[in-house]
């Protein structure tokens, strides 16, 4: 079992920025993957970005250029920091770990919310 805590969420005005960390514990073997995913109000859940165990990233279309996702191995923390944020960014955000063995893993979310 993984477990996953985010925090950095919160209120930011349009164009501002924000750091996301979400911390792993347990059984943090095997991993094929960490990364972040959004779900705003009536929507599905959407992939914002992704790095993998070798340290690959890849990002959503829609942020690209204005979010950058890093790891920390030694702490298994992953961040995602978030810069120049637009209202349609608005959503909770949810830390996901993938491990082999089809094992997916998120954590509990945390809101974003860019308003003026």
């Known amino acids: 079992q993984v477990q996953l805590v985010e925090s950095g969420g919160g209120l930011v005005q349009p164009g501002g920025s924000l750091r996301l960390s979400c911390a792993a514990s347990?059984?943090?073997?095997?991993?094929?993957?960490m990364g972040w995913y959004r779900q705003a109000p009536g929507q599905q859940r959407e992939l914002v970005a992704v790095?993998?165990?070798?340290?690959?990233?890849n990002y959503a279309d829609s942020v690209k250029g204005r979010f950058t996702i890093s790891r920390d191995n030694a702490k298994n923390t992953v961040y995602l920091q978030m810069n120049s944020l637009k209202p349609e960014d608005t959503a909770v955000f949810y830390c996901?770990?993938?491990?082999?063995?089809?094992?997916?893993?998120w954590g509990q979310g945390t809101q974003v919310t860019v308003s003026s």
């Open positions: 996901n770990v993938k491990q082999t063995g089809n094992r997916n893993y």
């Open positions: 347990g059984s943090m073997f095997a991993i094929i993957a």
């Open positions: 790095i993998t165990a070798g340290g690959l990233t």
